[in-house]
């Protein structure tokens, strides 16, 4: 079992750039076929290797050219995958922007127009509710074994702490969970074969030599979308794996034990809630988690007011800086919150024409 589980996470590994490489080669063969007449290569070098190519045997030409499709695949994964990663964003951001808008037409319609647009954006999230709250959890019991209260855990960015949820994955690999890890591996290399497979397929279908290729298109994005919406599926299954992991202490993630030791190793301990925020934000800049420490300081703009003040003076204590970028946040969320109630007091205000005339 164990010999097993070493060689099925490396043909995994090979098993996708072949996989993308040979489609994208077909897609190449595809392009280029049509206008074969018009490619003529006269370098003697490249008509000596196509001549020492028809002389060889099959058994040089398959490892030659699997060793070209691999490398061709590898290039264009890492190509593509970006571009997919990004594009995913934009269109979760785009279902959360809808789903916060109000939309038209009749109140019963804009609810049931919202409950579609909230499960389509379960659907499409990679890390969702359960991987969220396994991390805060995780989060808060670190943090109050260090000291701190359980209160001022909300500070702590949730959005980083998913960010570096890949970090357990190594560490279930050489622990006791090896099982949970090969079950990780699995969903994550199902989700990389799909991403890898899917702008090769789109291609194939635009430039095959195929009467009607319209009707070939459109089945080739039906096709795509299912299998956009399984690799969602694989890569939020591994990363419930790797919450759980850290959930059941099996992994950690070193943020959240880095803020825990300082936090830990404080002489003078904070007596109240705020205290304790502007304590967790300075362990995070004094680990240089310069971005979540940005983040942590906003959030903690929208906490009570009695929180923010004493936060904010825990931090002129000791980091100024981040306590005026604090007062900035307020100052701001004040002005905001300020011009909407007054946009709202004077659309109250205003009288309705309709009902007089």
């Known amino acids: 079992m164990n010999i097993l589980g070493s060689i099925l996470p490396g043909v995994r590994e090979f098993r996708t750039p072949i996989t ?8 190449l063969i595809f392009s280029i076929w049509p206008h074969r007449g018009a490619v003529d290569i006269q370098s003697e070098r490249l008509q000596g290797m196509g001549s020492l190519w028809s002389k060889w045997e099959g058994s040089f030409r398959v490892p030659i050219f699997l060793g070209a499709t691999y490398l061709l695949g590898l290039v264009a994964i890492s190509l593509t995958r970006p571009i997919l990663v990004t ?11 809808v789903y916060g808008s109000t939309l038209p037409g009749p109140e019963s319609l804009q609810k049931r127009m919202q409950k579609l647009v909230r499960v389509f954006g379960d659907a499409i999230e990679t890390k969702g509710v359960p ?10 019991r670190s943090l109050v074994r260090a000291g701190a209260s359980g209160s001022s855990a909300l500070i702590f960015p949730a959005e980083h702490l998913m960010d570096t949820l890949h970090f357990a994955a190594p560490q279930i690999a050489n622990s006791e969970a090896s099982t949970q890890y090969q079950e990780y591996d699995r969903n994550r290399a199902e989700y990389e074969l799909r991403m ?14 195929i009467r009607g290729r319209w009707w070939l298109i459109c089945i080739a994005l039906v096709v795509c979308s299912v299998l956009a919406m399984q690799a969602v599926t694989q890569l ?5 794996i790797l919450a759980t992991a850290i959930y059941v202490e099996q992994a950690k993630i070193p943020m959240i034990e880095s ?19 502007g304590a967790i934000i300075r362990a ?8 979540a420490t940005d983040d942590a300081v906003y959030e903690l703009a929208h906490f009570n007011t009695e929180d923010r003040d004493a936060a904010a003076a825990y931090l002129e204590e000791h980091e100024s800086e981040y306590a005026q970028i604090l007062i ?9 919150q300020g011009a909407r109630g007054s946009e709202s007091n004077s659309t109250e205000d205003q009288p309705n024409v309709g009902a007089e005339h």
Request: net charge negative; proline share 5%.
């Open 20 to 27: 993308t490489g040979l489609l994208w080669a077909g897609v």
């Open 87 to 97: 594009l995913g964003r934009a269109i979760r951001g785009l279902v959360k922007f």
């Open 131 to 140: 991987v969220r709250s396994m991390l805060i959890d995780s989060c808060t």
């Open 196 to 209: 890898g497979i899917i702008p090769p397929l789109l291609g194939l279908a635009i430039v095959a030599p």
């Open 236 to 240: 939020r299954a591994s990363n419930e």
């Open 259 to 277: 803020v825990s030791d300082y936090i830990e190793s404080l002489e003078s301990k904070p007596t109240n809630d705020g205290e304790w925020m």
């Open 284 to 291: 995070l800049e004094q680990q240089g988690y310069y971005e």
């Open 328 to 336: 900035r946040h307020i100052r701001n969320l004040d002005v905001w």
